[in-house]
């Protein structure tokens, strides 16, 4: 809102009580703008619906100028800003990738040692099954073997039979205990060197 003051009077008016003014104050109108300091005569001040700023009075010509500079300082703050709030989130985004690489490379070391892990267990299995099966020497060879063991080298049938099916099925238990029976009959039928003597035993 502009303001005058009265060059009778000296009283300070805003604008929509000058009309009043006029009136009582009887003399030619003649009022002062305060901001910029120029004098309206008669209905002059009637046209005057703005003014200039508090810095343009006080700044002059210089006024534009501090004002476009704030512009620009503004301009620059925010341009900062925006600058800073960009590599906050590059910042953050770089920071995402790099958990997630770790992640992805502790992942894949973990798998690798699970592998390692699986394949030695797999490599241990393979040497108890190869371990098991060489404890098997062969029907020959493991029924000379219990006869002798015995004192007079001989045996009772029953008991060598019970001895070497046993070993055998230790070492291939997915065969069935009758069927091992039968192929030691076969086997010891079949060898010469194996004597049966007053049945129940048998001799080298």
């Known amino acids: 809102m502009v303001t005058f003051v009265c060059h009778h009077c ?6 929509k009580q000058l009309d009043k003014h006029v009136f009582q104050c009887r003399r030619p109108s003649k009022f002062i703008c305060i901001d910029c300091q120029n ?11 703005q003014c200039m700023t508090e810095q343009e009075k006080y700044h002059g010509p210089y006024a534009q100028k501090n004002k476009n500079k704030q512009n620009q300082q503004q301009q620059q703050q925010q341009q900062q800003k925006q600058q800073q709030e960009k590599q906050a989130q590059a910042q953050k985004e770089t920071k995402a990738v790099i958990e997630e690489q770790k992640e992805e490379q502790s992942q894949k070391k973990q798998d690798k040692a699970d592998k390692k892990q699986m394949t030695q267990a797999a490599e241990e299995n393979e040497q108890e099954e190869e ?3 060489s404890n098997w020497k062969g ?33 291939h238990p997915e ?18 060197k194996f004597q049966v003597v007053n049945e129940p035993y048998v001799k080298l």
């Open 131 to 133: 371990q098991t099966n």
């Open 10 to 15: 000296d009283v300070t008016l805003k604008k």
């Open 175 to 192: 065969e069935e205990m009758m069927e091992i029976e039968k192929v030691f009959d076969e086997k010891l039928a079949s060898n010469t």
């Open 139 to 171: 029907w020959k060879k493991t029924i000379r073997k219990v006869i002798k063991q015995k004192a007079n080298k001989q045996i009772k049938l029953r008991k060598l039979k019970e001895i070497v099916c046993k070993k055998y099925q230790e070492c």
């Open 39 to 49: 004098t309206f005569v008669g209905d002059e001040y009637k046209q005057h619906t």
